[in-house]
C-alpha cells in the first residue's frame, strides 16, 4: 500500500496559481494522467495541473524526467508503457512531477499547455473490458423491479462479485457522440421480436479501475496486491439498451445492449491520489469466503453527480451518490477476476457497474430514477424516463478533504440511430 506521503500535503502548494483555487479538479495533490494533443498534432501524455496540463513527452525528451530509464514510456500516445512500469515508479513519477510544480523551488520554465487549448483522448490503449454488478442498491431495486421484492437479491450476489466480459473496441473518451443503438425488441404482446432503433436507453454512472500491474496466467492475486496493481480510475458511463437486453440478456446475459458504447473521462486519477480517502466497504450481510476478505478499507469517498440536459436546454441534476456505497470494492472484482487465475494485463477496465445509493434521487440509473418508466424526471422543457435523442448526460466526481480532488468530465450527446441497411 502506497500511504501517504508529501505529495499529499494539503499546505502544499503550486506555482501554477489556477491549481491553488479551492474549486480546481486538479490541485497540485491530484496529478491525474491523461493523453492531449494541440492543432491536430501528435498525441503527447501530460498530466493535468489547475487548468493547465503539463507536457510529460516533452520533459522526457529534455531528460528532465526519466521513469523508464533509457527507454522512453511517454512517446505512444498512450499511458499503458508508463503503466507496465514497477509500481515504485508511478510513485517516484508522482513525487517528481510534484516536485517540479511546487510553489517552492519548483520548475516554472515547464512546458505547459491551456486545458482550453488542447484535445484530450482516450488515455489508454484497452487492453480487455469487464463490467461488474457491485452495487447492492442498484441490484435490489433491479431485483424487485423485474422479480420478486422480497427476493431481490440472486442467491450468489451476497457471496461473488458478479461480472461479464463486455467490449473493449467501443469504450470512447468523455465528448464522443453516442448513436443510439438498433437491435432486437419483443415487448410483452409481441408473438415475434422485431429490429430498430432502442427505445429505453439508459445511462449507467460508474467508476473505472485500470489495470497497471498484470499478474500472470495461473497466478492469483490477494486483494493487498489487488489494490496496489490498480494504476487508477476514470469515471465511466456503461451506456444501456434497456429493452435490447431486456429480451437478449438469458441465459448468457447482456450482449448487444452494452457492448454499442461505453465513455470513461479522460484523466485517469491515481491510486495513490485517492489514498486520503479511502473508506470501508459496507457492512457484509454474509460473511465473505477468506479470498474476498480485505484488511484494509479500498472502497474511496467520491461524490458523483450525473446531469442530463436536453438538445439546446440546460442541465438538469438528475443524480447525486458516492462510491462509498459500494458492497465490492474494485479491489475485490480484480481478486475475484484473477482467482480463476485469469491473465490480467496492463490497460484492463473494471467497470464497477451501476453506482446507487439509499435514496431515489441517488440512484445511478434511469431505469431506477423513472422506476422503469413510472416517475419521470423533470428536466428542462419537460421530463425524461429515458433518454432521448439530442440529450446529453454528463457525469463529475470528486472527493472533498483538506483539498479537492477531481476526474474532470464524462460527458455524452445522443444521435439518431444510424440507418440499416438491409
Same mark, same amino acid.
Request: one cysteine or more; a negative charge; glycine letters at 10%.
Given at each position: ?23 480546481? /479538479? ?7 494522467? @491523461?493523453?492531449? !494533443? ?8 501530460? %498530466? ?5 496540463? %503539463? ?21 505512444? &500516445? ?23 510544480? /511546487?510553489?517552492?523551488?519548483?520548475? #516554472? ?5 491551456? #486545458? ?11 487492453? !480487455? ?40 473496441? *467501443? ?84 450482449? #448487444? ?29 454474509? #460473511? ?65 457497474? *451501476?453506482? !446507487? ?21 423533470? %428536466? /428542462? &422543457? ?13 457525469? *463529475? ?24 441497411? @438491409?
Amino acid at each position: 500500500m502506497a500511504g501517504l506521503n508529501e505529495t499529499h500535503d494539503p499546505a502544499r502548494k503550486s506555482w501554477v496559481e489556477s491549481a491553488n483555487a479551492p474549486d480546481t /479538479d486538479f490541485p497540485i495533490q491530484n496529478l491525474p494522467f @491523461g493523453v492531449f !494533443s494541440v492543432d491536430g498534432g501528435a498525441r503527447c501524455i501530460g %498530466v493535468a495541473i489547475g487548468d493547465m496540463i %503539463v507536457d510529460l513527452t516533452a520533459l522526457e525528451e529534455a531528460g528532465k524526467l526519466t521513469p523508464g530509464g533509457s527507454i522512453k514510456v511517454f512517446g505512444d &500516445g498512450v499511458l499503458n508503457p508508463f503503466m507496465a512500469l514497477p509500481q515504485a515508479v508511478w510513485s517516484e513519477t508522482r513525487e517528481a512531477i510534484s516536485k517540479l510544480l /511546487d510553489a517552492e523551488g519548483g520548475d #516554472q520554465d515547464l512546458s505547459l499547455v491551456a #486545458q482550453a487549448d488542447a484535445e484530450l483522448h482516450l488515455p489508454i490503449f484497452v487492453r !480487455s473490458f469487464t463490467d461488474f454488478y457491485a452495487s447492492k442498491e442498484h441490484a435490489t431495486n433491479v431485483g424487485s423491479m423485474f422479480r420478486d421484492p422480497n427476493n431481490a437479491l440472486m442467491p450468489n450476489w451476497l457471496h461473488i462479485p458478479i461480472g461479464y466480459n463486455g467490449r473493449a473496441s *467501443t469504450v470512447v473518451v468523455s465528448g464522443t457522440p453516442i448513436h443510439r443503438p438498433n437491435g432486437q425488441l419483443k415487448g410483452p404482446q409481441d408473438e415475434v421480436p422485431g429490429f430498430g432503433p432502442c427505445r429505453k436507453l439508459d445511462i449507467e454512472l460508474e467508476l473505472g479501475a485500470v489495470v497497471g500491474t498484470p499478474n500472470p496466467m495461473g497466478q492469483p492475486v490477494t486483494a493487498a496486491q489487488a489494490y496496489d496493481n490498480i494504476f487508477g480510475y476514470v469515471l465511466m458511463n456503461d451506456w444501456s439498451a434497456r429493452d435490447i437486453q431486456t429480451w437478449e440478456y438469458q441465459p448468457l446475459g447482456p450482449f #448487444q445492449s452494452k457492448a454499442f458504447a461505453t465513455s470513461i473521462s479522460p484523466w485517469v486519477v491515481t491510486r495513490e491520489a485517492l489514498e486520503p480517502f479511502r473508506k470501508p466497504a459496507p457492512e457484509r450481510v454474509k #460473511q465473505l469466503l477468506p479470498y474476498l476478505q480485505e484488511k484494509t478499507p479500498n472502497n474511496f469517498d467520491i461524490d458523483l453527480v450525473v446531469e442530463l440536459a436536453p438538445d439546446g436546454g440546460k442541465p438538469s441534476v438528475i443524480c447525486r451518490t458516492n462510491y462509498k456505497y459500494m458492497y465490492y470494492s474494485s479491489a475485490l472484482q480484480l481478486v475475484h477476476h484473477a482467482s480463476s487465475g485469469c491473465a490480467m494485463e496492463t490497460g484492463d477496465l473494471l467497470g464497477s457497474g *451501476t453506482i !446507487s445509493g439509499p435514496t431515489q434521487d441517488s440512484f445511478g440509473s434511469m431505469l431506477e430514477l423513472s422506476w422503469n418508466g413510472r416517475d419521470p424526471l423533470e %428536466v /428542462d &422543457g419537460g421530463s425524461r424516463t429515458f433518454l432521448e435523442d439530442g440529450d446529453t448526460v454528463t457525469i *463529475t466526481g470528486s472527493c472533498q478533504g483538506n483539498y479537492r480532488i477531481g476526474f474532470g468530465d464524462c460527458a455524452g450527446k445522443i444521435l439518431p440511430a444510424p440507418e440499416f441497411g @438491409g
